[in-house]
């Protein structure tokens, strides 16, 4: 059986606000187990408890009930903190520091020597696309160059667990990559990764196992391929030079026209697909592609939010 690396048994917070001291559920008692070198998404609707759950994790809030542990130790060990990297999703820095500066300190905070902070640096900057801004205040970076620097401080420690709370916010689809490529090659070197995300398609393509959390209570917990399924939907056909004769003779409708000229067909399934395509071929047209269309992680989410939602409003009648 694999370590676990994170492990909480009916964790629980309840935020108290205002005069009246109202009361509000964050987190209702979390179940959860992580495992060592896996990508574990967490994902929900805003306001549904994953900045709670990773906040409550990596001791930056106390929980209301409830236990956890992280790398075997109860939650806000101080020694644990050393072999962890940490990315929230509105990160504040101290711009007047360059991003050598800003890396050094926080190497510093985890007992790194100069030395080891100076090669870890060395490597990280080129890592994240950053070694042109070495020198450069973070006053002066963007939000996509934040979020890169904010990366290889993370990084920094050579930390067993990684947590990444939306690390794609204000990344461009190269800044994307570079984040998924990191990611993936983390889980290569055995690290831990947690990821938050609202950008579904990236989870899907990295994660080997997802939590769905909604109203502060997890719902599901299940490998990616669980999720979406292997079944295809539909399959979509795009052709070059088909004809108005051809398409009525395909029988699958105009379909979709590209500034091209080219036509993206719909199809129920394989085997129409591969009818249409010989049918085409005959006829004429040039095949440009055949992409089978199989259930998201972002149609299934959209689809157990609308389910939880509607059983939420019933309840309630």
């Known amino acids: 059986m694999p370590d676990v690396v994170i492990r ?64 075997g130790k109860p939650i806000g060990d101080n020694a644990v903190r050393r072999h962890l990297g940490y990315l929230p999703e509105r990160p504040y820095f101290y711009d ?85 490529d990191t990611i993936l090659r983390l889980r290569d070197q055995g690290t831990t990764v947690m990821l938050s995300s609202h950008i579904l398609s990236d989870v899907e393509s990295i994660c080997d196992r997802v939590g769905i959390i909604a109203g502060g209570k997890l719902q599901r917990v299940a490998a990616v391929s669980e999720l979406v399924g292997a079944d295809v939907e539909s399959v979509e056909i795009t052709l070059e030079g088909a004809t108005e004769a051809l398409l009525a003779e395909l029988g699958a409708g105009d379909g979709h026209l590209h500034a091209s000229g080219r036509r993206t067909l719909t199809v129920p399934d394989e085997d129409s697909a591969q009818h249409l395509v010989r049918k085409a071929l005959d006829g004429g047209a040039k095949l440009v592609s055949v992409v089978p269309r199989r259930e998201s992680l972002e149609s299934m989410f959209v689809d157990e939010m609308t389910a939880i939602d509607k059983s939420s409003r019933e309840a309630k009648r």
């Not at 574990?40 to 106390?62: D, Q, R």
């Open 96 to 180: 007047y520091l360059t991003a050598y500066e800003f890396l050094h300190f926080y190497g510093s905070l985890h007992g790194m020597t100069k030395g080891e902070r100076n090669r870890k640096i060395d490597e990280l900057l080129p890592l994240v696309h950053m070694e042109r801004a070495r020198d450069v205040q973070l006053r002066k970076f963007s939000k996509g160059m934040l979020q890169r620097v904010g990366l290889a401080q993370a990084l920094i420690n050579d930390p067993q667990l990684v947590v990444f709370d939306e690390p794609s916010s204000g990344l461009d689809p190269m800044g994307r990559m570079l984040i998924r």
């Open 8 to 71: 909480t048994k009916g964790l629980r917070k309840v935020y108290v606000s205002g005069f009246l001291r109202h009361k509000f559920v964050g987190l209702h008692g979390l179940d959860l187990e992580i495992f060592r070198g896996e990508i574990f998404g967490y994902i929900g609707p805003n306001g549904s408890g994953k900045t709670t759950t990773i906040k409550l994790l990596m001791g930056l809030n106390f929980p209301s009930g409830g236990e956890g542990e992280v790398l």
